[in-house]
């Protein structure tokens, strides 16, 4: 069994944010694979499905981004799951729009969602990490992240949410790198990596 958790913070005000596409990647997956309606249950929303013969459940924590490890904490121990076998999707200023990367453990680079659940359930579950770009400058961080995403940014988001969904098999089955070559070459096929060096456009 598999916990997949969805970074972001509850409500309408936030849904379109840059800071939840973890949430985005998530309700990709349930739509995708056709996963029961969500639920409220361990301080967050659940939606339950079977990915490659493993049994998924996917979590959207309601506490707000600083508090998503007591939501993730409750639903391991009601599972009985260890951080192995929890998967979480999070934004990452790192990396350019749309790329990709999968890494278990390693540092939390200030981003406040991955500092909580750290905190609660030690360091060593794989992070989805989503790229959103940086702005360019330390101080426009917080205003960018929970920003909304530009229109002209959608058809990336989607065809991203699109491409992790599609290739979430892989990740349940814990085929890291190949869910990760599948999800660049779905968005170079669309047009949105340079085929030479694989670069935002």
């Known amino acids: 069994m598999r916990l997949f958790v969805g970074l ?15 949430f985005m990647a998530v309700d990709g997956i349930a739509r995708r694979h056709g996963f029961s309606p ?6 967050g929303e659940t939606s339950e499905g079977t990915l ?3 049994k998924v459940v996917l979590l959207r924590p309601t506490t707000f981004m600083n508090e998503s490890g007591r939501a993730v904490q409750e639903a391991a ?19 350019p729009p749309g790329k990709v990367r999968v890494k278990v453990g390693g540092g939390i680079a200030g981003h406040n969602g991955l500092r909580s659940i750290s905190s609660h359930i030690g360091n060593d579950y794989r992070r ?23 229109k002209s940014d959608m058809p990336w988001v989607e065809a991203l949410c ?4 599609d290739n979430a098999g892989l990740l349940a089955s814990a085929r890291d790198s190949t869910f990760q070559n599948k999800v660049h070459l779905a968005m170079q096929a669309k047009g949105f990596f340079d085929k030479e060096d694989g670069g935002a456009p």
Do not use: C, M
């Open 8 to 22: 972001g913070n509850p409500g309408a005000k936030y849904a379109h944010n840059r800071h939840n596409i973890g």
């Open 38 to 43: 969500w639920r409220r249950r361990f301080q």
């Open 52 to 54: 490659d013969h493993e």
């Open 77 to 95: 121990n009601f599972f009985k799951l260890s951080a192995g076998e929890i998967t979480v999707f999070q934004d990452e200023l790192e990396l």
């Open 128 to 150: 989805v990490r989503l790229g959103i770009g940086h702005p360019g400058i330390k101080e426009l961080v917080h205003g960018h992240v929970l920003s909304d995403f530009a």
């Open 162 to 165: 699109e491409a992790v969904a």
